[in-house]
Each structure stands twice: as C-alpha cells, then as structure tokens.
C-alpha cells in the first residue's frame, strides 16, 4: 500500500509540491528526533530547515532532498540528489533525503 501510495505521490504533484511534502514530513520527523524545527519561508535559498536541539544549543542547517526513482534500472534503485553547493559547505549545510515511497528520511554523510 504504501508502494501505490509513493507512487502517486510521485507522478501526480508537481516537483515543487513534492518538495513542500518532503519538507513538512521532515519537520514532523525532526519533532520526532526531539528538535525545535524553524522553516525557510521563502521559496528558494541554501537552507530548507533549521533544526534546534535545546538540551545542548546545537543547531543544524538543513536542505530536504527527495529522491527519486531510476527508471533506467527497471525502477529498483533511486537517483542520487545533486550535491552541495560551495556556499552549503562553507555553513555546514546537511542534506536531509526524503523517500517518497516508503517515507523514511535519512541525513546524508558529507565527505569533503
């Protein structure tokens, strides 16, 4: 069910209500993780997320990513996300991937 529920998430919004999805579930994941979680307001710019943990004042610059699925292999594995910019490096800008199919979400590790 899921599957068929990923599915039509996938052909049946546009690429930025794909992102506006990806972004609100990764804010209900990061309360989960136990984060105060602040969203970018505007439409574009290096960060998607701030991510607060208040027990030790850590924050975490974050850039929701979705991945998708490669139909050159059949559908059986998913794109890899563009990476980073040089600015997103330079601030410590994570990539938080989302998988619209099974809904998991997922940091990325950066290796510079």
Same mark, same amino acid.
């Given at each position: 069910? %899921?599957? #068929? /529920?990923? *599915? !039509? *998430? $996938? &052909?049946?919004?546009?690429?930025? =209500? ?9 804010? $209900?994941? %990061? ?7 602040? &969203? ?9 997320? /701030?991510?607060?943990? @208040? ?5 975490? *610059? /974050?850039?929701?990513? #979705?991945?998708?699925?490669? @139909? ?6 998913? $794109? &890899? #996300?563009?990476?980073? $910019?040089?600015? +997103? &490096? !330079? @601030?410590?800008?994570?990539?938080? !991937?989302?998988?619209? /199919?099974? =809904? +998991? *979400? !997922?940091? #990325?590790?950066?290796?510079?």
């Amino acid at each position: 069910m %899921l599957e #068929t /529920i990923g *599915l !039509k *998430l $996938t &052909k049946e919004m546009s690429d930025s =209500r794909k992102g506006d999805f990806a972004e609100y579930y990764a804010v $209900t994941w %990061l309360w989960d993780q136990g984060y105060e979680v602040f &969203k970018n307001c505007g439409c574009d710019g290096m960060v998607d997320l /701030i991510a607060w943990d @208040k027990n030790n004042n850590d924050f975490i *610059l /974050i850039d929701v990513k #979705t991945v998708s699925l490669d @139909k050159r292999n059949g559908g059986n594995s998913y $794109t &890899k #996300t563009v990476g980073r $910019t040089p600015e +997103q &490096k !330079k @601030k410590g800008v994570r990539h938080l !991937k989302f998988n619209p /199919i099974d =809904r +998991q *979400l !997922k940091f #990325t590790e950066h290796q510079e």
